[in-house]
């Protein structure tokens, strides 16, 4: 399984950004997509995932702001993020949760004050 993350960059705080997560490779509908993230000096936390039967789940520090959502035919789940802020600043990984869990490379998203 290969996981390509796209879509981060630099935005002001208030502005929007759009992940986008494709997996290619051997996968079914029904596997676990999401995304963390990793500020400097800090954990890598969760941001968000969604189930293969559309339900999702999100750290309580985006909850309102994110929206996480995908699109089984083309295997890719995206991450709308809203009303951004500095804190927001992470570089963000998606994930696949199949037989094993499966990572991207990492995009980075700064959002400047």
């Known amino acids: 399984v290969q996981l390509q993350a796209s879509g981060g960059g630099l935005v002001q705080a208030g502005g929007s950004l759009r992940l986008s997560c494709a997996a290619s490779g051997s996968i079914s509908s029904r596997i676990v997509m999401g995304w963390y993230r990793q500020a400097p000096g800090k954990q890598r936390e969760m941001v968000a995932f969604?189930?293969?039967?559309?339900?999702?789940n999100y750290a309580d520090s985006v909850l309102g702001r994110f929206t996480i959502s995908g699109d089984n035919a083309k295997n890719t789940v995206y991450l709308q993020m809203n009303s951004l802020k500095p804190e927001d600043t992470a570089v963000y990984y998606c994930y696949a949760a199949v037989d094993r869990l499966y990572w991207g490379q990492g995009t980075l998203v700064t959002v400047s004050s």
């Open positions: 969604i189930r293969g039967g559309g339900s999702t």
